[in-house]
């Protein structure tokens, strides 16, 4: 199945919206999200004003020093009676991070694709394979993927934003099927997180990430009955 929604094909043909530049202290602290629907990266061109515009087919992100980075869909092959599932490419702008000046774009194929956490100052690209979140201090990023359609590469992956592009700083992959969520946190070493995991029998596991002079260790709690 398409990781899209089939209304967001409407949205690809939305008239550019040019405005002033923001300067990036106007902007929130917080991530912006622009949502997954028709009218998502419609509202994002307001609120991210001369980051980035949309024309057809074609989004295009601006980056310092006046260059600019240049995405190109085939959405035509993506939907209707000429369905062509290789050609299939639709990108859409997903998010931006004001604390790291950072771009998240959606490459949605026929079936499965993944997200570029894309670099304003260098125009770096780091393919993650779901929507990612910052830690308190904005030092590293994770993504955890719970997808049941497509191969999970890493089933949790954290990425250090010390470098550009970031450091991939620590990747778990399960040998069994495990959903895992964040549940705190707390702050640059210490995440709560909480799986569930289906392996002959089905329950709930807590567990700490926790990053030391050697970096990251999974700890495994205690279990529970899956809820």
């Known amino acids: 199945m398409l990781r899209y929604l089939p209304a967001l094909l409407l949205a690809l043909g939305a008239p550019v ?20 629907d028709s009218a998502g ?24 020093g006046g260059k600019s980075k240049t995405y190109v869909d085939n959405a035509a092959a993506c939907d209707g009676e000429n369905v062509e599932a290789s050609k299939c490419l639709v990108y859409t702008l997903r998010g931006y991070f004001p604390r790291t000046q950072s771009y998240l774009v959606e490459k949605a194929l026929y079936e499965c694709g993944n997200y570029l956490f894309v670099s304003r100052r260098t125009g770096s ?40 592009p970031p450091t991939l700083d620590f990747k778990y992959k399960a040998e069994r099927y495990e959903n895992w969520e964040v549940k705190a946190w707390t702050n640059d070493a210490h995440i709560s997180m909480k799986a569930w995991i ?6 709930d596991q807590e567990a700490e990430l926790v990053r030391g002079q050697r970096g990251w260790t999974l700890n495994f709690g205690k279990k529970s009955d899956h809820r």
Not at 41 to 64: V, Y
Not at 125 to 153: F, G, H, N, W
Not at 198 to 203: F, G, I, M
Request: aromatic content about 6%; some cysteine.
């Open 17 to 36: 919206l040019i405005g002033p530049a923001w300067s990036q202290d106007t902007l929130p602290h917080a991530p912006i999200v622009c949502t997954k």
């Open 125 to 164: 690209e780091t393919p993650m394979q779901e929507v990612p979140v910052l830690s308190p201090s904005a030092k590293y990023l994770l993504s955890i993927d719970q997808s049941d359609a497509c191969e999970r590469e890493h089933d949790i992956a954290i990425w250090s934003l010390l470098t550009d």
């Open 41 to 64: 990266e419609t509202a994002c061109l307001q609120k991210l004003r001369g980051h980035f515009t949309r024309t057809a087919n074609t989004l295009t992100l601006k980056l310092d």
């Open 198 to 203: 289906n392996d002959k029998t089905s329950y």
